[in-house]
């Protein structure tokens, strides 16, 4: 079946550092690609997507590009806050219309003043 | 506000109890979710349910029932069949059609602690 690996975690940077957070994907179709954000004793929330090839989802600051060629999504932000201490998820969509997602194992972030 | 409800945050059971998670939305969302979030495995999926009297085993069903009664509400029973039952369950909804966004809304979790 269809699959998300992440880098592993943690990861641990000082406050304005550059991130990436590596994701690789297997799919037999053309899913669609999230980045799910899950903050300290809260549930998770979506943090951006992109639904087909060479699409880049944004959103505070965070970017990722939907790279079919290397089957990969990388999550990156120029400048992390201390706020962005989280863990983070990469999700592939394996039905079209089902949203029957499937996660990444998540990676720890915290960010260090 | 809109949004999902889970309950309770935590809870205590005793090896061989059956316990039930409740989940409940108000978004109008037809399709609902059970997840399992592991530390290092990320969220596997359980049961969903995309109308009502009707929901699909996901990869990890055994030892887990549910029901879905009504539209707003997706509870789960974790059974004494379920071997590890200690984890954190994640509740969520969504849409279906209509743009496919593929977006999930997720409840606060509920953490299962077996004595």
């Known amino acids: 079946g269809d699959s998300v690996t992440q880098m592993e975690g943690p990861v641990t940077l000082s406050e304005e550092a550059f991130l990436t957070i590596n994701c690789t994907y297997t799919?037999?179709?053309?899913?669609?690609l999230f980045w799910y954000v899950q903050y300290p004793g809260e549930g998770l929330q979506l943090l951006l997507k992109?639904?087909?090839?060479?699409d880049k989802g944004s959103n505070k600051g965070f970017e990722a590009t939907y790279r079919k060629e290397t089957t990969s999504f990388h999550l990156e932000k120029g400048s992390v806050q201390v706020s962005d201490s989280a863990v983070y998820f990469c999700a592939l969509n394996e039905i079209q219309g089902a949203q029957k997602l499937v996660f990444g194992q998540g990676t720890r972030l915290t960010i260090n003043p | 506000d809109g949004g999902i409800t889970q309950s309770p945050k935590y809870l205590f059971r005793k090896e061989g109890q059956n316990v039930t998670l409740s989940c409940e939305q108000n978004?109008?969302?037809?399709?609902m979710y059970w997840y399992r979030q592991d530390p290092g495995q990320g969220l596997r999926l359980i049961y969903y349910s995309h109308i009502v009297n009707d929901f699909q085993k996901g990869d990890i069903a055994e030892g887990y029932s549910v029901s879905r009664e009504k539209k707003e509400s997706f509870p789960l029973t974790v059974t004494s069949a379920q071997k590890n039952p200690t984890a954190f369950y994640l509740c969520a909804s969504s849409i279906l059609g209509g743009g496919d966004t593929g977006e999930l809304f997720f409840g606060e979790g509920s953490r299962l602690t077996v004595l």
């Open positions: 992109a639904t087909k090839a060479d």
């Open positions: 799919a037999t179709g053309y899913p669609s």
């Open positions: 978004l109008n969302h037809d399709a």
